[in-house]
């Protein structure tokens, strides 16, 4: 029997036509593999995928990790912002557009252009200087970085179950409230689009991550950036 997708195709219908699902079998070969190896560097998958994920996500992850790199895996930038819709039914959660571009920079004006009821700030771009100032007119960029279709790829799979899931979250918080709040994704009101980059979180009311979601987003970008720089690079 095939196991639910993970979180990312239970999110986005578009990914789940395409995502590749394992049985139980196939998903417990895969979760007692040790690491990657990439010229004779080993890369511990622990090191890299959070034992706090969904089963099927880490499977998904790990097969990400290793899979053979495509005429897609370019160079660009990986952003973070912020989305603010001053009409959104729930105010504790908070919206995140995480996803690729090579000018990531330009892509705010356009957002704010055609998606006229959101706001977008920008919190980070990936890579950046040490000193990155997430302010109109002085954001500077940093060298593009390598595979970034598949750092896009990985980073959205733990995203996504992050997301659905809320492992970051008390027991007692994963309330009705959260789960509105990540059901499968719709269009846009502005321009009729589906935005598979836009991820909820709900905001933690005690814990480690009180008040530190983004913090979160930003390491998981910061992670499997250093994941893709140290390890898949070596294998090209």
Request: charged content about 25%.
């Amino acid at each position: 029997m095939v196991k639910d997708s993970a979180a990312l195709g239970t999110l986005d219908p578009v990914v789940l036509q395409t995502m590749k699902r394992y049985c139980h079998i196939h998903t417990d070969q895969i979760k007692k593999s040790a690491g990657y190896l990439s010229n004779n560097v080993v890369a511990p998958f622990e090191t890299f995928i959070p034992e706090t994920l969904d089963s099927q996500t880490q499977v998904q992850l790990k097969t990400a990790m290793v899979e053979k790199l495509s005429d897609a895996d370019k160079a660009g930038y990986i952003y973070i912002y912020e989305v603010n819709d001053p009409s959104k039914l729930h105010p504790e959660i908070l919206e995140y557009k995480v996803g690729r571009s090579y000018k990531p920079i330009q892509r705010v004006g356009q957002w704010e252009n055609s998606c006229r009821s959101q706001r977008h700030v920008v919190r980070y771009i990936f890579p950046g200087p040490p000193d990155q100032i997430m302010l109109t007119g002085m954001m500077r960029q940093g060298k593009p970085a390598k595979f970034c279709h598949r750092l896009e790829r990985l980073i959205h799979l733990e995203l996504a179950d992050l997301s659905l899931n809320a492992p970051y979250l008390d027991p007692e918080e994963k309330d009705a409230v959260h789960k509105m709040a990540t059901q499968p994704r719709k269009q846009c009101i502005d321009c009729k689009k589906l935005h598979q980059e836009i991820f909820s979180f709900r905001q933690a009311k005690s814990g480690p991550h009180q008040g530190k979601e983004y913090e979160m987003v930003k390491e998981v970008v910061d992670r499997w950036g250093l994941f893709v720089n140290e390890f898949l690079s070596r294998s090209t």
